[in-house]
Nanobody, 122 residues
Framework: QLQASGGGLVQAGGSLRLSCVASGRAFSMYNMGWFRQAPGKEREFVAG????????YYGDSVKGRFTISRDNAKNTVYLQMNSLKPEDTAVYYCGAVSDYSGRYYWRRYDYWGQGTLVTVSS
C-alpha cells in the first residue's frame, strides 16, 4: 500500500515536496515512480528511481526542475519540485513496479498510491 502526500496550491516559480510512504517489507525491491494526470489527459511519467536509489530518470518536461529520491529505511520516496509552472498542475501519483523494463509505463505498475493534487497558479 502506498500513501502519497504533500500536494497543495503554489504560485508559479515556487516549490513543493511530495512524499509517498509504502507499507510492507519489500520496498527496496521495487522501482518507484511518480506520474501525473491532468484533467482530460493521459497519465504521464514524471520521475523514477531504482530500488537501491542508485539511479534516477525523468520525463523531459521536468528535467532540471524535479528531483526524485528515496529513503529505504523509511519506506519513503520523495519528489522535490522546483520552479513550478502552471502546466505542472495535475494529480500526482506514486507507483511501484517490480519489472525495471516497465518503469516508464503506468500500466505496468504493480501498486499505486491514491494521488495528491498539485495546483500551480500563474
Amino acid at each position: 500500500q502506498l500513501q502519497a502526500s504533500g500536494g497543495g496550491l503554489v504560485q508559479a516559480g515556487g516549490s513543493l515536496r511530495l512524499s509517498c510512504v509504502a507499507s510492507g517489507r519489500a520496498f527496496s525491491m521495487y522501482n518507484m515512480g511518480w506520474f501525473r494526470q491532468a484533467p482530460g489527459k493521459e497519465r504521464e511519467f514524471v520521475a523514477g528511481v531504482i530500488g537501491n536509489g542508485g539511479s534516477t530518470y525523468y520525463g523531459d518536461s521536468v528535467k532540471g526542475r524535479f528531483t526524485i529520491s528515496r529513503d529505504n529505511a523509511k519506506n519513503t520516496v520523495y519528489l522535490q519540485m522546483n520552479s513550478l509552472k502552471p502546466e505542472d498542475t495535475a494529480v500526482y501519483y506514486c507507483g511501484a513496479v517490480s519489472d525495471y523494463s516497465g518503469r516508464y509505463y503506468w500500466r505496468r505498475y504493480d501498486y499505486w498510491g491514491q494521488g495528491t493534487l498539485v495546483t500551480v497558479s500563474s
